[in-house]
């Protein structure tokens, strides 16, 4: 069976203070019992990652879609910087901000461009002009952060729990879908 995540990504490459925000947003999961209070293999990855448990119905309109049976149905936080993409499903346009082109079918230097220094910035490979990356219009929604909240195989998130996520990370955020 393929794996599917829900990342919630705040829209900023340099979060700051974005380890002791984990541990905030890791306390208010376990507060509500949404995740365990330790962490075990339950993620995609090698690192060790929160698995779900009961308080996770209440965030979700379909319950019976969550993934209690699965091995792979944690949460993975992420605190290094990170291209958080859509797995498969890829890119299907991707907006530059200032010339208005579609970027999502070049070379995806700008990816690099952004990856390889300490700020917002990237470089448009049609007009070359640099870009704040979160100004791009990426369809669907992708990530670029030093922080993110990914959910293994759970179903769609109910918008006000995305809401009240929001509010604590305190800015714009990408939800990023991702098949693998
Ligand atoms: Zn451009």
């Not at 925000?21 to 949404?34: G, N, P, Q, V, Y």
């Not at 299907?92 to 070379?107: A, G, H, M």
Request: net charge negative.
């Amino acid at each position: 069976m393929s794996d599917h995540s829900i990342s919630i990504v705040p829209k900023k490459s340099k979060y700051y203070d974005n380890i002791a925000k984990a541990e905030e947003i890791l306390e208010w999961l376990i507060s509500k019992d949404i995740v365990k209070p330790y962490n075990s293999d339950c993620i995609l990855s090698d690192k060790k990652g929160y698995a779900i448990s009961n308080g996770a119905e209440k965030i979700t309109d379909y319950p019976d879609s969550l993934p209690f049976f699965l091995t792979i149905n944690g949460l993975e936080i992420t605190t290094q910087k990170e291209v958080f993409h859509t797995g498969e499903s890829g890119m299907e346009k991707c907006i530059c901000p200032n010339c208005n082109k579609d970027i999502s079918q070049e070379e995806w230097s700008f990816i690099d461009d952004w990856y390889s220094q300490e700020n917002d910035n990237s470089i448009c490979p049609f007009c070359k002009d640099v870009i704040d990356i979160h100004q791009l219009e990426i369809i669907p929604e992708w990530g670029f952060s030093n922080l993110g909240f990914t959910f293994w195989n759970w179903p769609e998130l109910k918008k006000d729990f995305i809401e009240e996520f929001r509010e604590k990370l305190n800015c714009k955020i990408n939800v990023v879908y991702k098949h693998v």
